[in-house]
C-alpha cells in the first residue's frame, strides 16, 4: 500500500515537477523487482482488495514510467505558469487512481476506480488542451464511456447475486443469466471494447488525442488504453469460454478495422491524428489475440501493451516536439527536419522502426505471438494481417520521410534548439522496448 500512497504523500513538493518525476521513478524500481520475483499468480496480497500478480505489476510498472515522463514532457506548463501545481496533482491523482485500478481484487472496486480515472484526463483536456474543440472531444469521451460502462455495472450486480462475491482470488465463478443465450457476456465487456477502443467504438480517441495537451495524449496512448484490454484479459481469466462465443465475429470486426485505420492513417494529414488513429490498428491486433483464448495470444497481448504504450507516447512525445520548434501539426508543412534537426531525426526513426515492429524491439516478438494466436483460429484471417502488416510499415515509413526529408521552409531555418530534457524523455521511452527484448519473461509470462 506505501506504493499507491506514495504519490499523495509528495504532494508537499508539487512546486518541484522535476522532483516528482524523479521519485516516481525510484517508485517503479520495486515494482520491477515484484515483476521478477513473484512469478506465480496473485504472488502479492496486500488485502482481500488489493492483489498484484505480474501481469497487474508490469502494468503498475508502465503506469509509474510514464506518469513521470509525462509530467518531464510538460516543462512548458511550469515555464508559463499554467497553474504547474494543478496539473502535477491532477497527474499524481490520475496515477493514483491507474495504480488501484490494476492492483484491485474486486469486481466492483476495479469498476469504480476504472471510471474514476475518466474524470482527472477530461480535466486535463478542458484545462490544457489546445483547441476550442476540446469541448465535443471532452463529450464525445464521456458520451462513449458511460453509455457502455453502465450497463456493465447492472451485470456485475447479477453476477454478484450468483455469486455472492466478486473477488478475483476466488476462481469459482457462475455465468449471471444463463438463459441469455450468452449476451450478457458483450454487455459486460462493452466497457472494455470501448475503451481499448475497438473498431466502430473509437470516434472519441482520435478526438481527445488530438485536443488533449501532451501529457494527456501520452497517458491516453501509454495506460489509458490498456484499462480495456486489462479488464477484458482479467475478465477472460474468469470466463474462459465465453470468448469463443463471440471471436468468430469480433475478431473479423477488429482486423477489418484494423486495415481500415491503417489506410487512414496514410492518407492523415496530422500528426497527432495519425498515431492516434495507428492505436486503433494496433489494439485490433490485439484483440483477436486475447479473443483466440490461447496462451500465445494471452502471452503477446501482454507484451503488445507494454510495447504499445511506450512507443506510442514516445511518438506523442516527438510530435509535441516538432509541434513546438515548428507551431505546425501539418504533416506538409513540416519537412527538412534531417537537414536542420538531425538528433530529433533519430529519434523519430527509433520511434517510427519500433512501430512497425522491426527487430529488435519488443513490438516484433508482441506481433509474432500475436500473429501466431489469431492464425490458430483460422487460415482464412491471414489476408487481414498480411494487409495490415503491409500498411503498417507502410505509414510508419510515410510518418518518417513525409516530416524528416524534403525541402526546407523559409520559416524553419530559425528554429531553435531542442530542450535538454528531451533527449532524457525519448531516450526513457525508447531505450526500453530494445531493452525488454533480452528478458522478455518480464512481461509476457505472466499465465
Known amino acids: 500500500m506505501l506504493m499507491i500512497l506514495m504519490p499523495l504523500l509528495s504532494l508537499p513538493l508539487l512546486h518541484n515537477p522535476w522532483f516528482i518525476s524523479s521519485s516516481f521513478l525510484l517508485m ?3 515494482m520491477i523487482l515484484s515483476s521478477i520475483t513473484n512469478p506465480y499468480p496473485w504472488a502479492l496480497t496486500m488485502s482481500s482488495l488489493f492483489s498484484m500478480d505480474l501481469m497487474s505489476s508490469s502494468l503498475i510498472m508502465l503506469t509509474l514510467w510514464i506518469t513521470s515522463l509525462m ?36 469486481l466492483f472496486l476495479f469498476y469504480i476506480f476504472f471510471e474514476s480515472s475518466l474524470i482527472p484526463i477530461l480535466i486535463l483536456i478542458l484545462a490544457w488542451g489546445y483547441q476550442p474543440e476540446r469541448l465535443q472531444a471532452s463529450m464525445y469521451l464521456m458520451m462513449y464511456t458511460l ?7 447492472v451485470m456485475i450486480f447479477l453476477i454478484y447475486l450468483k455469486n455472492n462475491h466478486l473477488s478475483f482470488l476466488i476462481m469459482l465463478w457462475a455465468a449471471p443469466l444463463p438463459n441469455m443465450l450468452n449476451n450478457w457476456w458483450l454487455i459486460l465487456i462493452m466497457a472494455f471494447l470501448v475503451k481499448m477502443p475497438m473498431f466502430s467504438l473509437h470516434l472519441w480517441l482520435p478526438k481527445a488525442h488530438v485536443e488533449a495537451p501532451v501529457a494527456g495524449s501520452m497517458i491516453l496512448a501509454g495506460v489509458l488504453l490498456k484499462l480495456g484490454t486489462y479488464g477484458l484479459m482479467r475478465m477472460s481469466l474468469i470466463f474462459v469460454q465465453m470468448n469463443k462465443q463471440f471471436s468468430s465475429i469480433i475478431t473479423p470486426l477488429a482486423l477489418w478495422g484494423a486495415v481500415i485505420t491503417s489506410l487512414v492513417c496514410i492518407r492523415q494529414t496530422d500528426l497527432k491524428s495519425l ?17 483466440s483464448s490461447t496462451e500465445w495470444g494471452w502471452q503477446g497481448a501482454m507484451t503488445m501493451m507494454i510495447a504499445h504504450g511506450l512507443s506510442s507516447s514516445a511518438l506523442f512525445l516527438l510530435a509535441n ?7 505546425t501539426r501539418s504533416i506538409f508543412l513540416t519537412k527538412g527536419m534531417i537537414i536542420i ?9 527509433i520511434a517510427t522502426a519500433a512501430n512497425m515492429a522491426a527487430p529488435p524491439s519488443i513490438n516484433l516478438l508482441s506481433e509474432i505471438l500475436l500473429i501466431t494466436a489469431t492464425l490458430s483460429q483460422t487460415s482464412f484471417l491471414a489476408i487481414f494481417l498480411a494487409i495490415l502488416s503491409f500498411l503498417t510499415a507502410a505509414y510508419s515509413l510515410f510518418l518518417f520521410a513525409a516530416t524528416q526529408h524534403g525541402s526546407t521552409t523559409p520559416t524553419s531555418i530559425s528554429l531553435p534548439p531542442l530542450n535538454s530534457s528531451f533527449f532524457l524523455n525519448s531516450s526513457l521511452h525508447l531505450i526500453p522496448i530494445f531493452l525488454l527484448i533480452l528478458k522478455p519473461e518480464m512481461i509476457c509470462n505472466w499465465l
Do not use: D
Open 147 to 153: 453509455t457502455a460502462s453502465l450497463p456493465m455495472l
Open 71 to 106: 509530467i518531464l514532457a510538460s516543462y512548458k506548463i511550469k515555464h508559463s505558469q499554467n497553474l504547474p501545481k494543478n496539473f502535477v496533482t491532477l497527474c499524481l491523482l490520475l496515477s493514483t487512481l491507474l495504480i488501484l485500478t490494476f492492483a484491485s481484487s474486486n
Open 341 to 349: 534537426l538531425p538528433s530529433l531525426t533519430l529519434w523519430w526513426f
Open 321 to 327: 516536439s516538432t509541434y513546438e520548434l515548428t507551431h
Open 275 to 291: 498515431i492516434a488513429y495507428s492505436s486503433i490498428g494496433h489494439m485490433g491486433i490485439l484483440l483477436a489475440g486475447i479473443l
Open 28 to 30: 517503479s524500481f520495486p
